[in-house]
């Protein structure tokens, strides 16, 4: 019997097709334009230029009038947020801005809302909590027209906070004090799914996140991490391509050559340890391509 070339085979078959539209990830507290809220290394950072952000964000906005809708639902305070961001983005000239009040999953259900999302040019998930924004998104038809526009048209999807660590998946929704050192430290779930394979933390440098999304990868080493700090953002364009925005760094994680771990030998509560793992420091203006198995592996 002729010996069955699996990887052969596998090219064979369909590709997913490379998405089309652009998503942007911020790690938080993104730049609104006011001095007071500067922190002293964005004060001191020559680089560093208000709202880049948020402009970046609607710099793509496709059309001629384009609709913004903006989601609050991670957090506990929509209505406040939501007219913030209503102002922000009018204060950059988007007149079109559309606030979804998504708080249960009724409200997801609600044609009206389809019905924005298929006209926006942009839509942007705030701050907040992520289980919220995957326990009321999850399994609905307003996320599905979200993928498939993010997937067919030049739509641009973004992110802050826990807007973005819900882009992707896996997503982590909570750690212990412990700064994730500790085996069970770090509990992960499934994400919104835009990106797949990676795993998207915020807040990074200044809250110390570095060893809790170590956690994540040595669990889960055919993902990519990706930590970013405040006021900093990527954006990931055919799916896999980021480029770096912003006043901070953006520090990636690779697993996939990690040579060793101990984490399934330990009980709960016990430190793990890894060995070559991968770790990149990208400053605004890197780009960095997420690997693909194959291509590591020829």
């Given at each position: 019997m002729a010996k069955r070339n699996v990887s052969e085979n596998h090219k064979t078959k369909s590709e997913a097709p490379v998405p089309k539209g652009r998503l942007l990830a911020i790690g938080g507290k993104e730049s609104k334009g006011g001095r007071e809220e500067l922190k002293p290394e964005q004060a001191t950072n020559v680089?560093?230029?208000?709202?880049e952000i948020l402009k970046y964000f609607v710099d793509a906005l496709k059309g001629s009038s384009p609709?913004?809708?903006v989601l609050p639902t991670a957090s506990n305070l929509p209505e406040e947020l939501g007219k913030e961001y209503t102002r922000l983005f009018k204060e950059l000239g988007v007149d079109?801005?559309?606030?979804?009040?998504?708080?249960?999953?009724?409200?997801?259900?609600?044609?009206?809302?389809c019905e924005v999302i298929e006209k926006a040019a942009g839509i942007y998930f705030t701050g907040g909590d992520q289980l919220r924004l995957t326990s009321i998104l999850g399994g609905t038809r307003l996320l599905q027209l979200m993928k498939e526009r993010y997937t067919y048209e030049e739509i641009i999807i973004a992110g802050t906070s826990a807007g973005a660590t819900a882009l992707s998946t896996p997503m982590i929704y909570e750690a212990d004090t412990h700064g994730g050192f500790l085996k069970g430290d770090v509990r992960v779930t499934t994400g919104l799914e835009f990106l797949k394979n990676v795993a998207i933390d915020t807040h990074f440098i200044e809250r110390g996140r570095l060893v809790r999304m170590a956690q994540c990868i040595v669990t889960n080493p055919g993902?990519?991490?990706l930590g970013l700090e405040e006021d900093?953002?990527?954006?990931?364009s055919e799916g896999r391509e980021l480029q770096v925005l912003?006043?901070?760094l953006v520090t990636i994680i690779d697993g996939m050559g990690m040579s060793e771990t101990n984490?399934?030998?330990i009980g709960?509560?016990?430190?793990?340890s890894a060995r070559n793992l991968c770790v990149h420091l990208l400053s605004p203006g890197e780009k960095y391509v997420l690997p693909i198995w194959e291509e590591l592996h020829v």
């Open positions: 680089d560093f230029e208000s709202e609709t913004i809708a079109n801005v559309e606030v979804l009040d998504i708080r249960t999953r009724e409200d997801a259900r609600d044609p009206k809302n993902c990519i991490g900093t953002a990527v954006c990931v912003g006043s901070g984490i399934y030998d709960t509560g016990e430190p793990f």
